[in-house]
């Protein structure tokens, strides 16, 4: 969710790609839906691991999962490095109405922090010129 919410509201700033450290090798089926619901499309995503990233230059790393942090390796050339945790939508228990909820409350928090900090990256850049 956080790579097709991050490429919606900041694509014109960054050449956004997600990765995890564990993987689950598909993109799960109510992220797709709940992310359509907002008019996002992250039907042909995949799960990828972060390694597959390790030769290309990085200048900025965001996590968005738990332990994720600690997990990741530093990029050559990385300058930036943002942790912003987030609770784990698939790993939520319950009824399905209460599973779908979860991975809707999820991307609309993910949505507020990454317009926030979409928007702000914006102002500094509008500052510097």
């Not at 969710?1 to 089926?29: C, K, T, W």
């Not at 490095?81 to 784990?88: A, E, T």
């Not at 209460?98 to 409350?105: D, G, M, Q, T, Y």
Request: hydrophobic letters at 45%; one cysteine or more.
């Amino acid at each position: 969710m956080a790579e097709g919410i991050l490429r919606n509201v900041a694509a014109d700033l960054f050449d956004v790609h997600s990765a995890g450290s564990d993987p689950a090798g598909y993109v799960h089926p109510l992220a797709v839906k709940v992310l359509d619901e907002i008019g996002i499309d992250i039907a042909s995503n995949s799960s990828k691991h972060m390694n597959t990233f390790l030769d290309k230059n990085i200048s900025s790393v965001i996590t968005v999962c738990g332990n994720a942090d600690q997990a990741c390796p530093v990029f050559p050339g990385q300058v930036n490095r943002y942790h912003w945790g987030f609770v784990d939508p698939a790993k939520v228990e319950g009824s399905d109405a209460e599973i779908l909820e979860a991975f809707r409350s999820i991307r609309d928090e993910i949505r507020l922090v990454f317009e926030a900090y979409a928007s702000g990256y914006r102002e500094a850049v509008a500052a510097k010129s």
